[in-house]
DNA sequence: GCGACAG
DNA sequence: ATCTTGTCGC
């Protein structure tokens, strides 16, 4: 499928922070999105113990069965340190490479992280909507920014995530009883939607199988390389 | 000033 | 992210 190259990569953090103040503009927050998705990607990546090297998964479900519709993985060097809120510039590139490799292009985009939950509002799964300019959402599994009561404890319970007065997101109950995800918004879609597309790719995990079967993937790939 | 901090 | 064994529970 086609990305866009919308800029170049940044040495420093003050250059990635311009880049995302930059992007930000271009982001579609009208929403509602597909509500019934014939095709949702997932991505994910694996790093390496000591060295640079890591693996960039993408996979293709078929958003009814959730059978598995297509596979891309490439491996890549991590060329950006881990810095919370730049996160995007470390695994972007080689992403990218993967999406690259698809010969279909997916409905919609699950990204293994934050959304409009960002310090700037321009988390990875907004940028990677602006790349491809592709519906996206994304689905963490820990905190980062944001306030929230705990959501009930059965499946499909959630508690808006609000940071300085504004809901940027929703914790989300995708089983009962277990550790909630954080879901929000990237690009094209809308909080309800994305929602409601992360229930339906968990039917028996705490994660979407598009994240699930990118992270396995990519692991796979990371020891056979 | 002191933590906290997606993966 | 990654380093790591057993163990409690459905």
Same mark, same amino acid.
């Given at each position: 499928?086609?990305?866009?190259?919308?800029?170049?990569?940044?040495?420093?953090?003050? &250059? !990635?922070?311009?880049?995302?103040?930059?992007?930000?503009?271009? @982001?579609?927050?009208? %929403?509602? $999105?597909? *509500?019934? =998705? +014939?095709?949702?990607?997932?991505?994910?990546?694996?790093?390496?113990?000591?060295?640079?090297?890591?693996?960039?998964?993408?996979?293709?479900?078929?958003?009814?069965?959730?059978?598995?519709?297509?596979?891309?993985?490439?491996?890549?060097?991590?060329?950006?340190?881990?810095?919370?809120?730049?996160?995007?510039?470390?695994?972007?590139?080689?992403?990218? &490479? !993967?999406?690259?490799?698809?010969?279909?292009?997916?409905?919609? @985009?699950?990204?293994? %992280?934050? $959304?409009? *939950?960002? =310090? +700037?509002?321009?988390?990875?799964?907004?940028?990677?909507?602006?790349?491809?300019?592709?519906?996206?959402?994304?689905?963490?599994?820990?905190?980062?920014?944001?306030?929230?009561?705990?959501?009930?404890?059965?499946?499909?319970?959630?508690?808006?995530?609000?940071?300085?007065?504004?809901?940027?997101?929703?914790?989300?109950?995708?089983?009962?009883?277990?550790?909630?995800?954080?879901?929000?918004?990237?690009?094209?879609?809308? @909080?309800?939607?994305?929602?409601?597309?992360?229930?339906?790719?968990?039917?028996?995990?705490?994660?979407?199988?598009?994240?699930?079967?990118?992270?396995?993937?990519?692991?796979?790939?990371?020891?056979?390389?």
């Amino acid at each position: 499928m086609e990305v866009r190259d919308l800029h170049e990569w940044p040495a420093t953090a003050e &250059e !990635a922070e311009k880049i995302q103040d930059r992007l930000r503009p271009l @982001l579609d927050l009208a %929403g509602p $999105g597909p *509500a019934a =998705p +014939r095709t949702v990607a997932g991505l994910d990546v694996s790093y390496a113990d000591g060295s640079d090297r890591l693996v960039a998964a993408a996979v293709v479900l078929d958003a009814a069965t959730l059978d598995t519709v297509e596979e891309s993985v490439v491996a890549g060097t991590a060329t950006f340190p881990y810095v919370p809120g730049l996160f995007a510039f470390r695994e972007l590139p080689t992403l990218i &490479e !993967a999406l690259r490799g698809l010969t279909v292009t997916p409905d919609v @985009l699950v990204c293994d %992280g934050y $959304g409009l *939950a960002h =310090p +700037r509002r321009f988390g990875l799964a907004c940028h990677l909507g602006v790349l491809t300019d592709l519906p996206t959402f994304g689905v963490a599994k820990t905190g980062f920014v944001g306030t929230y009561a705990p959501p009930g404890e059965d499946r499909g319970d959630a508690s808006p995530l609000t940071d300085a007065g504004e809901v940027v997101g929703r914790v989300l109950r995708t089983r009962d009883g277990v550790k909630p995800v954080f879901v929000s918004a990237g690009h094209r879609i809308d @909080l309800d939607t994305a929602c409601r597309l992360t229930l339906g790719l968990c039917p028996g995990y705490r994660l979407p199988e598009t994240t699930r079967r990118a992270d396995h993937l990519s692991r796979q790939a990371l020891r056979h390389t």
